[in-house]
């Protein structure tokens, strides 16, 4: 169950790692 849900976790880190990539070259594409 701890493995499970480690492994999720690591998922949710991923996705919210790309969510905030878009989010920054979104922001960088606005400001030049």
Do not use: G, Y
Request: hydrophobic share 45%; no cysteine; glycine share 0%.
């Amino acid at each position: 169950m701890i493995n499970a849900f480690t492994l999720e976790d690591a998922r949710l880190v991923r996705i919210d790692e790309d969510e905030n990539t878009q989010l920054n070259n979104a922001i960088w594409l606005d400001s030049t």
